[in-house]
């Protein structure tokens, strides 16, 4: 059980005010759509993609071992967050 409450808070605070959350926020803006419909609309894309990702990172598993999909991925996060860090405000 440990690991589904990390997975839901990584991806929940993951999707925080990013731009997906973002362009949904907009789009319910919009008084002439339904709000269930573009709720429907976002989970589904969330759901799909999140299929996709289990997918290859399925398939990457039988190639690369889980320790270092970890390590690069883990990597990849602290890259991006010293970019976004140190590239704001320029």
Same mark, same amino acid.
């Given at each position: %059980?440990? &690991?589904y409450v990390t997975v839901?808070?990584s !991806?929940f =605070?993951a999707e925080l /005010?990013?731009? *997906?959350?973002? @362009? *949904?926020l @907009?789009f319910?803006t919009d @008084?002439?759509v +339904?709000?269930? #419909?573009?709720? &429907? $609309?976002?989970?589904g894309a969330? !759901?799909? +993609?999140t299929?996709?990702?289990? =997918? &290859?990172?399925t398939? %990457?598993?039988e190639w690369?071992?889980?320790?270092?999909l970890?390590? &690069?991925? /883990?990597? #990849?996060f602290?890259?991006?967050? $010293?970019?976004l860090l =140190? *590239?704001?405000g320029?």
């Amino acid at each position: %059980m440990k &690991v589904y409450v990390t997975v839901f808070l990584s !991806v929940f =605070l993951a999707e925080l /005010g990013d731009k *997906t959350q973002l @362009a *949904t926020l @907009a789009f319910a803006t919009d @008084a002439s759509v +339904s709000r269930l #419909g573009i709720f &429907v $609309a976002a989970a589904g894309a969330l !759901v799909l +993609s999140t299929a996709l990702a289990v =997918l &290859v990172g399925t398939q %990457m598993s039988e190639w690369i071992a889980p320790r270092h999909l970890r390590l &690069v991925a /883990g990597a #990849g996060f602290i890259a991006i967050g $010293a970019w976004l860090l =140190l *590239t704001r405000g320029h």
